[in-house]
């Protein structure tokens, strides 16, 4: 059985195995011992509510109980750009005229811009090859909403997830060959560990600050920006289906793009329900002859839990197996949050 649950100190090993299997274009999940076991323990003493929540790291990982094995990882910072600087290039447009001639151009332009410091993010999201399958993918995903829908007051207005850019086959970044490399003389996997040790403020400061015309790069660095890698596609769609959107802000090595939202409107925080747990209810079955996969988490900070189940909320309780209440940690009369793992469709036209 899958539970996600709050990262904790015995998991250094195991999360750098997972790190292992990462491959480039995720700085914030490198194989690195000492920089994991510094994360992780920010991220117990966030849990532990003992430093303020804008330095705040919440990292969950994906337990296979049956094992013991971990099978995945993710996270929510509190805020980003805030002890240094938080780079991204806006996409903007300049026109050109001339009435004379009657010529009339648009063009896309790159703006260096720090307009993202201070949002939340969501990152790190990895899940081993292995565990790829059915509804696992969203379970580990969408586990940091529903975190968020029963902790709001940690988190800042905007929600921010930097997504992963496309890569050619050989790993290379058509967009960094098309422009880093003009201002840095080392590979792009090279940046990519930079940026994965802090350095990435100092990187970026070494870009140029005007605007730069996107027509001026190669067709292929073009073709890329604001589009994600093949791998991080699925993890894209899930983030839309949950109020995530593009608005012109791209990563400034890989051009991926900069999904955000309003913390507010987020699904989770819409449709999220606090119910009771409930024991031998079988009435409440049978007033739900079509159960949908639920999303269900406890509701403590310190050692939070979520997991899939099959039982659906009626009347403001909800039939939680003892197997699942185990997984949880809850027992009956204690408070569960529950979330549709699949978006409703609106019937309604």
Sequence with gaps: MLVVRAINASDLDALYGL????????????????MLG???TIACASFAETIPPEERDYMFVME????????????????????????NYRIGTLVHSSRELDVFTRMETLYLSNDLTGSSELCSLFLHPDYRSGNTGRLLSKCRFLFIAQFPHLFT??????????????????FYEGLGRHFFKMDFHHVDDLTALGKKSFIAELMPRQPMYVAYLPQDAQDVVGQVHEATK??????????????????????????QARTSELRAMRDSELVGVEIDSDANHACAPNPEPMLVSNTVLKDFRMILSDASPVNGKI?????????????AGDTVRTLSLNVRKNTNV
């Design 157 to 174: 207005k905007r929600l921010i997830a930097e997504m992963r850019g496309y890569q050619a086959p050989d790993g290379s970044s058509p």
């Design 19 to 34: 790190a292992s299997q990462v491959g480039t274009g995720m700085t914030t999940l490198k194989p690195d011992m000492k």
């Design 234 to 259: 699925p993890a894209r769609r899930l983030l839309e289906q949950e109020g995530m959107y593009f608005e012109g802000y791209i990563d400034i090595f890989d051009a991926g793009p900069v999904l």
């Design 38 to 40: 510094d994360r992780l």
């Design 64 to 87: 296979d109980t049956t094992s013991g094995r971990l099978a995945g990882v993710c996270a929510i910072k509190g805020a980003v750009g805030l002890t240094e600087p938080f780079y």
């Design 319 to 331: 039939d939680l197996s003892a197997a699942d209440q185990k997984l949880l940690g809850v027992k």
